[in-house]
């Protein structure tokens, strides 16, 4: 009789897979004492009227399951957020509330991603360097990631190589603007060529839009959902912990067409079902509320500049963006002849400084293998420190 093996019974995708990226830096950043820069959270706690509020809503409202869509404050303040910060005309029936952005990007790709008339197999299109949890959601849900690579310093979107990619079993694009691991944003023509792609080849738009109100310099955010022939075609995804830093909550949501959203809605009832009231009571006020957004912008644009400033004086080369809670160095063009991973592995240990290899989002052909990703939504003192460590770390590779 053979000896049971109950590990061999799982599913071996599983099995085989490693850690995310994430967890595995802020796995090490923690057990080595060193300053977290690779997973993206802010270190100061959320703003204190949100926490205020959450505290209240546990008190005084349900604890039991909300709607499985959502409860219909936080709907409709989700609404009312991008009328007011997007210009988007929405309805409460738009929004399907979901546990965290994660979570709608699965249900997402589960609505998507199904056999296919030409082939088997949906192809979905990604954007690379593409957040880490697309591709896997794609095969999981049988279809089949795509990957177009996108070229720095510029990480522009590329019509000849995106139609040259699409093929009739293609399905779907992932959109994530402003990208993260790069911090840049579409351009006004760039969205515009998306969606003429989707228009022209009848794709749906999965778009990846948490970092939406995390961008600087003066630069508004503009939904690829808001672009011609696209507001039945996308599928715009939102994210409570990026917009209030509080990436604990993992509260967020998906919008769409209303008939569409009601089929996105059957895809998270066996997800995650519902998301907790309480926090969907809280986000529903901290959304109405500019002044809460104003002040964590504001932080965030200060600390923005001292780690990317601080870098440049230390003579990294810092790649430009505009958004999201990164700041990418070219590890070539810094003088460092390490590979990205290699970097990210010796630096949390040797420096005691945690960063993200891009490498890590890259799947397939194209891939870059000198570029880091650090975060800077934490206290100037502590960017400070963690610029000086790597500085000095440097000088002795
Ligand atoms: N979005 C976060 C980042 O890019 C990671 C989230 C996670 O750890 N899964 O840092």
Redesign the pocket.
Known sequence: MTRPQPLARLNPIYTAMPV?V??HM?GLARSLGAINL????PDSPPPAALTAAAVRAMAERSQQYPPSAGVPELRDAVAAFYDRTQGLALTRESVIVTSG??EAIAAAILAVVGPNDQAPGSEILLLAPA???YAPLVRRAGGVPVFVPLAPPGWHYDEAAIRAAITPRTRAMIVNDPL??TGSVASPDELALLARLCTDHDLIAICDE?WEAVRFDGCTHRSLLAQPGMAARAIKIGSAG?IFGA?GWKVGWMVADAAMAAVLAKAHQFLTFTTPPMLQYAAAEGLADPAITAALHAEWSTSRRVLIEGLAREGFAVLESAA???ACIDLAASGIALSDRSFSERAVREAGVAS?PLSALWEGDGGLETIV?L?HCKPPTMLEDAVTRLSRWRAGL
């Open positions: 995310t994430f967890e802020s690779g997973q993206g959270f952005a994660t957040y880490d949890a993260n691991p948490v990026k990436t999201t809670w990164f993200i990703r975060c």
